[in-house]
């Protein structure tokens, strides 16, 4: 019984290890918007053998209130600085806070 609880322990961490992603977590502040307002983007770009997706969450001061999101496959970069542009860059494509 032991044996076959190991096995499967080791299969589950095994499989695990196939589908680990790469996460890169970045957080960029008193950024101004096109719209006049000024905020904080958060942004993960998240790296799989099969694809990229890259997510940029919108704050806008004073009191950090959600302005939305925006998900998107087309960069592949994990630089700041790509990564800032490319979420400052689809500001106007984000779905807005309900």
Do not use: W
Not at 11 to 23: C, D, E, K, Q, R
Not at 36 to 49: M, P
């Amino acid at each position: 019984m032991k044996h076959i609880l190991a096995t499967a322990i080791l299969v589950m961490f095994l499989l695990g290890s196939a589908f680990a992603a790469n996460v890169f977590k970045f957080t960029f502040t008193d950024v101004s918007y096109p719209d006049g307002r000024v905020g904080t983007i958060t942004a993960s770009v998240k790296q799989t053998k099969k694809s990229t997706i890259t997510v940029c969450g919108y704050n806008t001061n004073p009191n950090d209130q959600f302005a939305g999101e925006f998900q998107g496959t087309d960069n592949t970069s994990t630089d700041a600085v790509e990564v800032l542009n490319y979420c400052e860059s689809h500001f106007a494509d984000r779905t807005p806070q309900n």
